[in-house]
Every structure is written in structure tokens, then in C-alpha cells.
């Protein structure tokens, strides 16, 4: 993508911008998926490697923001995180990236609060890269260190990135282009770092990762994810592996049986979309709701206590009472854990866009209706689960004297004491210690 200047600034140019800096110092935000936090997080890898300060944006130079295009909803929270980071902030200049700049360029483009528009990643890091070459290294210990703060107790580890799919709801195959598989030496390489830096859990995150190993994510068949879980099994010493969200297409024999690692954490949010038949068939997607009941039962064969989470669009295109009636009775039938539910976002260049579209106020009460529903099965999971020994990674202390962590099956805990951010520890759950209506 082009590089665009903005024309508002006391600075003629960029680099007349640059050349007044002593160093530069950094500020990293987004909007969007785990996806996007890998990302950020491999930019703050590479500022703190190259004694770059990642501060506060009311100290930054540059404020480099990630953007998602998901929805129009996170198309217009990534506009506005942008003007709000630039506005507020006079001193800096921003960087702006991701899915919603390379899918709505043009619109970007004309945002007078971007200064610099980019693809992807590794072409921020280029940029980065061209324009700290003739400037200081910042040697001040605390600045550098600072970015620490950044990080996380679990680790994201990206496996795969884009997708073949062209559901017809979404945008994200044309933004991030054909499904690309990692090398698994990378893999396997980048989660012994993360246990040589302390940490004890990773989250694989990728677009569709349950592709992994297929030439196209459209052949399930194809996909090699049970053995690179095996893998990271037999070659590294993490304790434990979450799994972003899965399509239910690429569930197999080998997957249950990998799945049985009690490494393997007992949650997987699966990218389900709805519990119609008839509305999965003009989605595109290419599973039945019949199979996901199917896996979800082989799962729960395994791991009684197992969270199984989803993904929920209501008010797609064309969507009847009666539909709508499957995918509520879909969500009770299996007791599903915690729903994210959505209303259907039209999107420019997608087929659903062109089909007779639900009204929004109809879309918004069958969120409603369903949200009530899915709220109901979240508390009876968080209920049968009292009385029972779970491992929890706590995340954060706060100043209340009060620890967080997250069970490996998706509940929050809070209990009164200090907890280290990133370590397990074995915890009773009760009422005293998580919240049932989560």
C-alpha cells in the first residue's frame, strides 16, 4: 500500500517530523481479533529488540494502530480510534494497518488524522526499520523496559493467516487474502520462547486455524492441526495450549484424540454462525447444525466439564421466525457455555449484501431474545461447575488486594490475595471466588 501524508501538521514533511527526534518512542493500539494482538505484540517485540520505547501515546511519536473490518461496526470504531488517537495527541504522528485499511483504503486515504497507511505487519516494521537507521538508540533501561507492560500472562502464537472460504456474510478473505500456513519448526521455535520467557500458556490464533495444513481452507480433509498439536506436545515444555476459534468442518478422529492432552485446555470456541440449516446454506458455510451437535457431543465424551463457546449471527438475510426458532433452540439444546452473538452487518462486495436483508430493528430484537437465552445456558455452565477443583492462569492483581485468572474452561475468578500474572495454581470454585451470572 501507498504511503500517505497528512496535510495537517507544523512539520512540512515526515521526515522533517523524524529529524527532530532525539529517538523515537512508539505507542501501540488496535480494534479487532487475537489476530491483531499477535501482531501488535511482534511490533513490540521488535521495538524492545531494537531499543525502541513503547509509551503512552501522550508521550509517542508514532501511535500504531491495527485496525478490523470485521463489521461496519469495527470499520467505524477503527476510524474513530484513529481520529480520537490523533486528535487527542498533537504531538504524535500515527501509522494505521490491518484489515480495515487494506479493505477500505480509499476511505483511509481521505482521513486527514492518517498519517502513514499501510498493509500489514511487516511493512510497518519496514517502515520502522528505514526510519530509525540515522537516529539514536534509546539506552535509558526504564524507557526500554517499559514496553513490558504491554505483554500478557497467556502468549499469542499465530499459525496460519487468511482464508479461501468467501462466506457470503464476509469480508475478511478479500482483506487478508488466501489462507498461508506457517512453518511448524516456527511454531514450535516461537512457543520455546515463550516458555524460556516465563510463560505458561500459549493461545494459537491464525484466521481459520483449523485449516492448518490444507492447501485451501475450503478441504477440511486436508487439514494437519491434530499434528501440530502433537508436536508442540512432544517438543515443547509449555503446560498449556488454547485454540482460538475452530470451524466445526475440520473436526476428526485425531483431533478428539489430541484434544484428550490434558496440556490441551478444556474450552475451544467454535465459529458456529447459526442453528439453521437453511441460513448455514446461504452463508456458505459447510457444516450442518446437525454436525456441530455432533462434535460438541464427542467433546463432551471426552471432557465432561468442557466450555464450548460460539459465534452467533441473528438477522442474516432472509432469516424467518422460524429459522431465528432453530438457532434458540440450537443454543439450548447444547447448553453452549457463552454465545457471542451478532446482528448480520451488511458488507460491501459480499452476496448476503445483495440478498433481501431482515430490518434492523427486527435484527436487533432477536439479539435480544437469543442474548437471554444464551445468558441462561452461560449461568447453568458456571453453576455445575461449584464444588470443583479447576487450574486457573491468573492474569493481573489489583489495587483492591483482589487476583483475576481465568479457569482453563473459560470462567473468571477472583479471590482475595496476591497471585503471580502468568502462573497456575489450582483453585476450588465457589461462589466466594467466581460470579454465577457471568
Known amino acids: 500500500m501507498s504511503m500517505i501524508v497528512s496535510k495537517v501538521s507544523k512539520y512540512n514533511t515526515l521526515n522533517d517530523f523524524l529529524k527532530s527526534k532525539t529517538f523515537m518512542k512508539i505507542a501501540l493500539s488496535m480494534t479487532g481479533c487475537k489476530n491483531n494482538?499477535?501482531?501488535?505484540?511482534?511490533?513490540?517485540r521488535w521495538a524492545i529488540k531494537n531499543?525502541?520505547?513503547?509509551?503512552?501515546?501522550?508521550?509517542?511519536?508514532?501511535?500504531?494502530?491495527?485496525?478490523?473490518?470485521?463489521?461496519?461496526?469495527?470499520?467505524?470504531?477503527?476510524?474513530?480510534?484513529?481520529?480520537r488517537t490523533r486528535n487527542n495527541n498533537s504531538g504524535l504522528k500515527t501509522i494505521v494497518f490491518g484489515c480495515a485499511a487494506r479493505a477500505q483504503k480509499k476511505v483511509f486515504e481521505e482521513i486527514t488524522?492518517?498519517?502513514?497507511?499501510?498493509?500489514?505487519?511487516?511493512?510497518?516494521?519496514t517502515y520502522l526499520e528505514s526510519n530509525i537507521s540515522d537516529m539514536k538508540k534509546c539506552d535509558d533501561a526504564s524507557?526500554?523496559?517499559s514496553g513490558?507492560?504491554?505483554?500478557?500472562?497467556?502468549?499469542?502464537?499465530?499459525?496460519?493467516?487468511?482464508?479461501?472460504?468467501?462466506?457470503?456474510?464476509?469480508?475478511?478473505?478479500?482483506?487478508?487474502?488466501k489462507s498461508k500456513n506457517r512453518p511448524q519448526k516456527e511454531i514450535i521455535n516461537e512457543i520455546n520462547k515463550h516458555v524460556a520467557n516465563g510463560f505458561n500458556e500459549v493461545v494459537l490464533t491464525g484466521i481459520n486455524i483449523g485449516a492448518y495444513g490444507a492447501s485451501l481452507t475450503t478441504r477440511p480433509d486436508e487439514n494437519k492441526f491434530a499434528e501440530l498439536l502433537e508436536a508442540i506436545f512432544e517438543q515443547t515444555g509449555i503446560k498449556k495450549v488454547r485454540a482460538g476459534s475452530l470451524g466445526p468442518e475440520f473436526f476428526n478422529e485425531k483431533w478428539y484424540k489430541v484434544m484428550q492432552n490434558p496440556r490441551f485446555s478444556r474450552h475451544l470456541h467454535l465459529s458456529i454462525q447459526s442453528g439453521s440449516?437453511?441460513?448455514?446454506?446461504?452463508?456458505?458455510?459447510?457444516?450442518?447444525?446437525?454436525?456441530?451437535?455432533?462434535?460438541?457431543?464427542?467433546?463432551?465424551?471426552?471432557?465432561?466439564?468442557?466450555?464450548?463457546?460460539?459465534?452467533?449471527?441473528?438477522?442474516?438475510?432472509?432469516?424467518?421466525?422460524?429459522e431465528f426458532k432453530e438457532t434458540v433452540q440450537?443454543?439450548?439444546?447444547?447448553?453452549?457455555?457463552?454465545?457471542?452473538?451478532?446482528?448480520?452487518?451488511?458488507?460491501?462486495?459480499?452476496?448476503?449484501?445483495?440478498?433481501?436483508?431482515?430490518?434492523?430493528?427486527?435484527?436487533?430484537?432477536?439479539?435480544?431474545?437469543?442474548?437471554?437465552?444464551?445468558?441462561?445456558?452461560?449461568?447453568?455452565?458456571?453453576?455445575?461447575?461449584?464444588?470443583?477443583?479447576?487450574?486457573?492462569?491468573?492474569?493481573?492483581?489489583?489495587?483492591?488486594?483482589?487476583?483475576?485468572?481465568v479457569t482453563e474452561n473459560y470462567i473468571r475468578v477472583r479471590v482475595m490475595g496476591a497471585r503471580t500474572a502468568g502462573s497456575i495454581t489450582s483453585e476450588v470454585l465457589t461462589t466466594e471466588n467466581i460470579d454465577t451470572l457471568l
Open 51 to 83: 531499543k525502541v520505547p513503547v509509551v503512552e501515546e501522550s508521550e509517542a511519536d508514532f501511535a500504531i494502530i491495527n485496525t478490523c473490518t470485521v463489521t461496519s461496526i469495527a470499520d467505524r470504531k477503527s476510524r474513530q480510534l484513529v481520529r
Open 277 to 322: 440449516d437453511s441460513v448455514l446454506k446461504r452463508m456458505r458455510r459447510n457444516y450442518t447444525a446437525g454436525q456441530v451437535t455432533d462434535v460438541i457431543k464427542k467433546l463432551r465424551g471426552i471432557s465432561p466439564d468442557i466450555a464450548i463457546t460460539a459465534d452467533i449471527i441473528v438477522g442474516f438475510p432472509g432469516e424467518t421466525e422460524a
Open 148 to 177: 513490558e507492560a504491554f505483554t500478557r500472562s497467556r502468549a499469542l502464537v499465530q499459525i496460519q493467516d487468511g482464508c479461501d472460504n468467501y462466506c457470503s456474510y464476509c469480508i475478511i478473505a478479500s482483506a487478508r487474502g
Open 113 to 125: 488524522e492518517v498519517d502513514v497507511l499501510l498493509g500489514s505487519m511487516q511493512e510497518v516494521i
Open 330 to 405: 440450537f443454543v439450548k439444546k447444547n447448553r453452549l457455555a457463552k454465545t457471542h452473538i451478532f446482528p448480520y452487518s451488511e458488507r460491501q462486495n459480499t452476496l448476503a449484501a445483495k440478498m433481501e436483508q431482515v430490518p434492523v430493528k427486527l435484527r436487533r430484537e432477536r439479539v435480544k431474545k437469543l442474548q437471554e437465552v444464551a445468558d441462561i445456558c452461560r449461568s447453568e455452565f458456571i453453576k455445575s461447575q461449584l464444588g470443583k477443583k479447576a487450574e486457573v492462569l491468573w492474569e493481573h492483581s489489583r489495587l483492591s488486594g483482589r487476583a483475576e485468572g
Open 37 to 44: 494482538r499477535y501482531e501488535l505484540d511482534q511490533i513490540l
Open 143 to 145: 524507557l526500554i523496559t
